[in-house]
């Protein structure tokens, strides 16, 4: 049986410490849309900063309210937690959401899935345009709720939440097709693979998936060896804190390990 447990602080540090030395630059790159990538993505900051979305950071970060807060991604139990504790563990850093912003501007996702809202700030940072459409799916009821007045207060209108475990919400998105796909959701081995096998469903040939904390654990890390062996799966890029992966037949199978 496959390890579920996190890894310890000092454990990612060193494998964070491999892959950094490991990774590469746009040198010696040969596929041109990784090439592309890394130059105007990976290597830009244009147009991906957000001061509103981290005010709202902020504000949830100082944000002492206790909520019941339901652990469906990892432990699958419900505990009374603080707001600014969630938001100190949970949402993604700055760093990354200005990145995934940058890859949805720069690929022209337009219509976009999340797994795993979580308090809302990096959907927030998805919607980079009002043409941009976002369903989330949330499976902790009150923690939706502050994700929705962080939209309300940056008046994003274009993102619907639909709460509840994802075995019954992804059925409200069944026959829809998304140009994005962020799981992040469940840091398990057997879901990870299982929400892919079933949202390439809801792809096309151009559709971008990424997935959140791929060196989390050993479960994570074989999910993510399992879905770059897969023969749909042509490029995949890791970034260490998150993986891409394309299903696009025109391209090579190739698998970048990229420097961030």
């Known amino acids: ?18 892959y950094y ?26 147009g991906s ?12 970060q100082s944000d002492t309210t206790l909520i019941d807060f339901v652990d469906f991604g990892k432990s699958g ?20 959401a200005q990145l995934l912003r940058r890859i949805a501007q720069h690929f022209q996702l337009n219509k976009i899935l999340e797994l795993g809202t979580s308090l809302g700030i990096t959907t927030a940072y998805l ?16 923690v939706a709720q502050e994700a929705e007045k962080v939209w309300k207060n940056l008046r994003l209108s274009q993102i619907q939440c639909i709460k509840g475990g994802f075995e019954k919400t992804l059925s409200h998105v069944s026959q829809q097709s ?12 057997e879901p990870t693979l299982a929400y892919f096998d079933v949202l390439k469903k809801n792809s ?13 654990s050993e479960s994570m890390e074989e999910a993510w ?25 025109s391209l090579s199978k190739e698998d970048f390990v990229l420097r961030y």
């Open 1 to 18: 049986m496959i390890d579920t447990t996190p890894y310890s602080k000092i454990r990612i540090t060193l494998k964070y410490l491999r």
């Open 21 to 46: 030395l490991s990774s590469k630059g746009k040198h010696g790159v040969h596929s041109p849309l990784v090439y592309q990538f890394i130059t105007q993505v990976l290597n830009s900051n244009e």
């Open 49 to 60: 900063k957000y001061p509103l979305a981290e005010y709202e950071r902020k504000r949830l």
């Open 77 to 96: 139990k419900t505990y009374e937690k603080k707001i600014n504790t969630i938001a100190k563990s949970s949402l993604k850093s700055k760093k990354y």
């Open 127 to 142: 919607a980079y345009d009002q043409s941009v459409n976002i369903t989330t799916l949330e499976g902790s009821e009150r």
């Open 178 to 189: 998304f140009d994005l796909i962020y799981l992040d959701g469940n840091h398990r081995y």
């Open 204 to 216: 096309h040939k151009k559709t971008v998936f990424i997935f959140d904390d791929i060196h989390y």
């Open 225 to 249: 060896r399992q879905i770059k062996q897969q023969a749909d799966v042509t490029i995949t890029i890791d970034l260490f804190f998150i993986g891409i992966v394309w299903i696009d037949n």
